[in-house]
Structures are given as structure tokens and as C-alpha cells.
């Protein structure tokens, strides 16, 4: 069954701890994407990977780290460098590179933080 | 900078009625404009892809349309039913940079 998984679905942690959020895909893209939901905000973009080994900042990227060593793998940490880390985490994945193509998401994680 | 825009933000109607969404965007270079449908808590659903090219995208009940000469993009609801509550949202993906930008979304309620 070809998708994106996101683990854990709910976290919890305490202010000034980093926190790991797993995202999987089995749909062979290259490409893959962090965002951030806030109510009323909409998605912001946090970070962006094209290929392995390589990733670029997006709209919001501080406080925010990321990995791409395997394909199928893209890691969010967020640090306690992260002034306001409460929010409903999204990643998606597609084929990248120039032209038209569909990005797909995985079901999210809401981090709160305390 | 890419810019969307949603109106409006919140739609009630009676189930039956159709409707329509708005997007608007800012920059008309893009690849592609796509549609999705947000549940809460939950993560986005693809409705509908529409390459620059084209000027409309139809599945089952819904059709989108894309102008992309005046940055505009509608998302037609017919005959609306309760589960089509949902919030829906429109991004685009630019010519100068890969990733998606969002708009807000519109939160549609459709009431029995």
C-alpha cells in the first residue's frame, strides 16, 4: 500500500527539549516537503529536500533541522530553538523537478509543547 | 513572492446547493494549480491537478477551472452533500521554485 506515513500522530513534549518527527514514503519520490499549520495560518513551508543528501530552507526554517540520507526518509527535529513549536506538522512528498506534477501528504503530527 | 488568496474563508449552505470556491494568485508563471480537501485533523487530500496548459479538470462532482492570464482558479461543488464538509484549499506550484504555496483555505460546512 503506497504512501506516507507520519509518526507519531500526537507528541508531547516539554519546552526546551528537541522532538524528532518521522515521515516514510514508499511512493519512490525524490522530492519531499515540511510544512506547518497554524489556525488561521495556513501552510508554511518549513523545509524541502529534491534529492538525497541535499535540502534547502523554506519560508520559516528557523529553529527547524532536517536530514536526507535515504530516499524514502525525511526527519524534522525541532529545536528548543523554536519559539512557538505547538502546531500540526505536515509532510508531503512528489517527483520533483520542473513541471507539473501532484504533491501528495501524509496524515500529520500535532506536537504541543509545554 | 507567490501570493494566494482564498474567498471566502467560511461557507455555510443547505445540502443540494452548488457552489463555488475561489482561489486567486499572484505571479501567473506556474506549472500547475491543485486543489485539495482537508478533514480535521487530519492531512490534505489531492482533489484535483490542473496543469497551466489547461483550463479546466473535472472529477465526479467537482470541476475546477483555471485562468491563468488573470491569476484566478474556482472549484465547483455540485449538488453539495453534508460530507462534503470540509476546509479546502488551493496552491500552486511556481515556474521559479518547486514547492507548493498555499492559500488559507475556505472551511465549507454543507447543513442537512
Known amino acids: 500500500d503506497g504512501g506516507i506515513t507520519q509518526s507519531p500522530k500526537y507528541l508531547f513534549r516539554k519546552e526546551g527539549q528537541n522532538v524528532t518527527l518521522s515521515c516514510e514514503q514508499n511512493?519512490?519520490?525524490?522530492?519531499m516537503y515540511w510544512y506547518r499549520q497554524d489556525p488561521g495560518q495556513g501552510l508554511r513551508l518549513i523545509y524541502y529536500?529534491?534529492?538525497?543528501?541535499?535540502?534547502q530552507k523554506g519560508d520559516i526554517a528557523e529553529g527547524y533541522s532536517v536530514s536526507r540520507e535515504k530516499k524514502e526518509s525525511f526527519p524534522l527535529t525541532v529545536t528548543s530553538a523554536q519559539k512557538n513549536p505547538t502546531a500540526f506538522y505536515l509532510c508531503?512528498?512528489?517527483?520533483?523537478?520542473?513541471?507539473?506534477?501532484?504533491?501528495?501528504f501524509g496524515p500529520g503530527t500535532r506536537l504541543t509543547v509545554t | 513572492k507567490q501570493e494566494v488568496t482564498q474567498i471566502p474563508a467560511a461557507l455555510s449552505v443547505p445540502e443540494g446547493e452548488n457552489l463555488v470556491l475561489n482561489c486567486s494568485f499572484t505571479d501567473s508563471a506556474i506549472y500547475n494549480l491543485q486543489w485539495f480537501r482537508q478533514d480535521p485533523g487530519k492531512g490534505l487530500t489531492s482533489l484535483l491537478l490542473?496543469?497551466?496548459?489547461?483550463r479546466e479538470q473535472t472529477s465526479g462532482r467537482l470541476n475546477a477551472s483555471l485562468d491563468k492570464s488573470s491569476g484566478r482558479s474556482t472549484l465547483y461543488i455540485a449538488a453539495s452533500q453534508p460530507g462534503d464538509s470540509a476546509t479546502y484549499l488551493c496552491a500552486v506550484r511556481g515556474v521559479r521554485n518547486t514547492p507548493l504555496v498555499f492559500g488559507k483555505g475556505t472551511r465549507l460546512s454543507v447543513i442537512a
Open positions: 529536500s529534491q534529492i538525497v543528501n541535499d535540502f
Open positions: 490542473i496543469q497551466s496548459s489547461q
Open positions: 511512493l519512490n519520490h525524490d522530492a
Open positions: 508531503a512528498s512528489s517527483i520533483g523537478g520542473q513541471g507539473a506534477y501532484e504533491q501528495y
